[in-house]
C-alpha cells in the first residue's frame, strides 16, 4: 500500500470509532502522527500533526533551515502563509510560524511548524482569545 491509502484506512478507523483519535502511519521514510478532533466525510481537523524520520537524526541547523525553507515554498495551502521566526543554534531547532497571523473579532490564530534535529517536525495551529494570556 501507499501512505495516501494507509492514511485513509486510518481516517475511516477513527471516524467509524469516535470521529476522534491518534493517526499512526508508518512511512518508507519515517512515521506520521496526529491528534484529530473531527473526521467526517469532507476532511478532518487536529490539534498537531507531526512527522519523524532518521534523515534528519545528525541534521546541522543550516540543513534543517533549507529544509524549512523547503517547506515554506511548498505549504501553499494553509490559511495563512508561513516564515521563519526563529534559528535556535544551541537546540538545532527551527521555528516557523503565520507570517502574518490571522485576527479576527474572536482573537488571533497561527500556524506553528517546527523543524528540530532527531528527526521531528510538527504542525500546530493556536488561538489567543482577546483578554487570553498567550
Known amino acids: ?68 525553507e523547503s517547506l515554506i515554498a511548498r505549504l501553499t495551502y494553509l490559511l495563512e502563509p508561513i516564515g521563519i521566526v526563529e534559528v535556535d543554534r544551541d537546540r538545532a531547532s527551527v521555528q516557523l510560524r503565520s507570517s502574518p497571523p490571522q485576527k479576527g473579532d474572536d482573537g488571533t490564530s497561527y500556524y506553528e511548524l517546527m523543524v528540530r534535529r532527531g528527526g521531528d517536525v510538527t504542525l500546530s495551529r493556536y488561538q489567543k482569545r482577546p483578554g487570553q494570556i498567550r
Open 1 to 68: 500500500m501507499d501512505i495516501k491509502t494507509d492514511i485513509q484506512r486510518e481516517l475511516k478507523r477513527i471516524q467509524a470509532v469516535s470521529g476522534r483519535g491518534l493517526l499512526q502511519v508508518d512511512t518508507p521514510s519515517g512515521r506520521i502522527e496526529a491528534d484529530l478532533l473531527a473526521v467526517d466525510a469532507i476532511g478532518c481537523s487536529f490539534l498537531t500533526l507531526a512527522y519523524s524520520t532518521d534523515k534528519l537524526a545528525a541534521a546541522g541547523v543550516d540543513e534543517l533551515k533549507k529544509h524549512s
